[in-house]
């Protein structure tokens, strides 16, 4: 690991100021800056091998797991389609049943209607025969005294 002095030296893009020296040869800073990162990167490296690991376990236990959830979904696909007919054999029994019922309170109110008409009828039919029995007496009457 370079030293604090070695770091801050890269930031000199010229030497200190004071007479001029003998020119000396450009330091490669690429190299100095790559054999500085060499150390962290190589201690990276195990990480970055550990988080390929869990990514890759990760992926293969969610493929696992969409593919258990693919087959309960078939599974719960075929028992309803075995199922259906069944089910659409009591919905329909259900709908009959219900469909009597209705049938029979429509029916028993027609009966209801009719026996109540039939009661009113034959209370209001001594008043009519009453008032038609009359009616024919007036008409005959009119009859006798005009043939007279």
Known sequence: MPSARDLL???RPAGTPGAATAAGVPA???EAVAAE????FAALAETE??????GHAATA?????????TRRVHAILDRARAE?????AAAAALRRDHEATDLDRIVAAGRA???TETRRAGERLPQLVTAVVAAVRTDLGRLDGDSR
Request: charged residues 40%.
């Open 9 to 11: 030296e890269r930031f």
């Open 28 to 30: 490669d800073r690429r």
């Open 37 to 40: 990162l060499q150390p962290v």
């Open 49 to 54: 091998r550990e988080c390929d690991e869990i």
């Open 61 to 69: 236990a969610a493929e696992e797991r969409a593919a258990g959830t």
């Open 84 to 88: 259906a007919p069944a089910e659409r």
């Open 113 to 115: 209607a009719v026996a």
